[in-house]
């Protein structure tokens, strides 16, 4: 697997030097259909090239492509757009069967040109099998990641108070409009001593040495902890969110602009809103519930009462609406507000 996976490195830099080259030499744009032609003769300078399942070298050529078409569609939208870049050793992790070539049987999976390989199956799979990619981790773990295909679940009828809208923070994980609370586990900053001690470690091994590279594993195991915890927890979330709920509301969050406020960034990356919204969002299609994202402007000033804008600073916890004279927690506001919103932006047969 390591092998392939050098292989796979060599093909991604390989294509992406040939499609760079053409575009500044000859202005010409070169298709992932004709990167796939020059395999063949890859293959005849570079025998090795063989002992890679083919559909596997052509998901790489597929890689470069959507990375192209990244860059070019950031381009057109006026963003800064980061230029596709060339692998080094240790900068790919994964390869993908993307149609056949595996088979998984009896606490084995056969992967074509590479073999059997014991297989620790956490749960059974459900559905078809449509796809296969094999991920390294970091701290040297291999995980077989599985795409499968379901059949459309029929949407379960609404029942009294089977709607919610979550509003996420810092203080608290998350409100519902419900009115209830999830604390905020904070794994990184419960992390934050150890990983700095062993940090420290490796940042006074010498580079080169086995002392530097076993100082770096460690340093690689407590961020998987953290990110593993913080996985962990957001499936917990989830799977009790789409338990009891036929509709989801969040608030459509700009996470990357939020994280310029470096007072805050730290903290927001610790709870990781996006991992609850994406888990929640696909967890729920399986269930036939309906996530829904919503314009979060001014859903913490305006008022679920009467709807007039209240001014508030970070440091105001409670909503004291003037108008009306609600006094109502300020997230728990907010998720009241997101929740209207997510209805609205329903269809009307909805």
């Known amino acids: 697997m390591e092998r392939t996976l050098d292989l796979c490195r060599w093909t991604y830099n390989?294509?992406?030097?040939?499609?760079?080259?053409?575009?500044?030499?000859?202005?010409?744009?070169?298709?992932?259909?004709?990167?796939?032609?020059?395999?063949?003769?890859?293959?005849?300078?570079?025998?090795?090239?063989?002992?890679?399942?083919?559909?596997?070298?052509?998901?790489?050529?597929?890689?470069?492509?959507?990375?192209f078409k990244a860059f070019f569609r950031r381009v057109?939208?006026?963003?800064?757009?980061?230029y596709p870049r060339f692998r080094g050793r240790g900068w790919y992790d994964s390869f993908t069967y993307p149609q056949k070539g595996f088979k998984l049987d009896s606490g084995k999976l056969h992967l074509s040109k590479i073999g059997d390989i014991k297989i620790k199956l956490h749960r059974q799979i459900e559905g078809r099998i449509k796809r296969l990619t094999i991920r390294r981790a970091p701290t040297g773990k291999w995980f077989a990641c599985f795409s499968v295909e379901l059949d459309d679940l029929p949407k379960p009828p609404?029942?009294?108070g089977s709607i919610v809208g979550i509003d996420v923070g810092l203080a608290s994980f998350a409100t519902l409009s419900n009115g209830e609370k999830i604390p905020n586990p904070r794994f990184f900053r419960d992390e934050e001593k150890e990983l700095a001690r062993v940090q420290r470690k490796l940042s006074k091994a010498a580079k080169g040495t086995p002392e530097r590279k076993a100082a770096l594993k460690v340093v690689e195991r407590?961020?998987?902890?953290?990110?593993?915890?913080?996985?962990?927890?957001?499936?917990?979330?989830?799977?009790?969110?789409?338990?009891?709920?036929?509709?989801?509301?969040?608030?459509?969050?700009?996470?990357?602009?939020?994280l310029q406020n470096h007072c805050l960034a730290k903290s927001i990356s610790d709870v990781a809103w996006n991992m609850l919204v994406t888990v929640t969002s696909y967890k729920a299609a399986n269930a036939?519930?309906?996530?829904?994202l919503v314009d979060p402007r001014n859903t913490s000033k305006m008022c679920s009462r009467c709807g007039i804008l209240v001014e508030k600073t970070l440091a105001d916890r409670v909503h004291n609406c003037s108008g009306c004279g609600l006094s109502l927690?300020?997230?728990?506001?907010?998720?009241?507000?997101?929740?209207?919103?997510g209805l609205q932006s329903l269809p009307i047969n909805g």
Do not use: C
Request: net charge neutral; aromatic share 10%.
């Open 288 to 292: 036939g519930s309906i996530v829904v």
């Open 14 to 67: 390989q294509t992406l030097a040939y499609r760079k080259d053409s575009f500044e030499k000859e202005g010409k744009s070169i298709s992932k259909y004709e990167t796939n032609a020059l395999l063949p003769d890859w293959k005849s300078d570079k025998p090795e090239l063989s002992d890679v399942f083919s559909q596997t070298l052509q998901n790489v050529q597929e890689r470069v492509d959507l990375a």
């Open 158 to 160: 609404w029942k009294d």
């Open 76 to 82: 057109k939208a006026g963003e800064e757009p980061g």
């Open 222 to 258: 407590v961020h998987e902890r953290i990110a593993n915890k913080r996985y962990e927890f957001a499936h917990q979330v989830s799977r009790g969110l789409v338990n009891r709920f036929g509709l989801i509301a969040f608030e459509d969050l700009n996470i990357k602009n939020m």
């Open 329 to 341: 927690d300020r997230d728990w506001n907010a998720a009241i507000n997101i929740l209207r919103l």
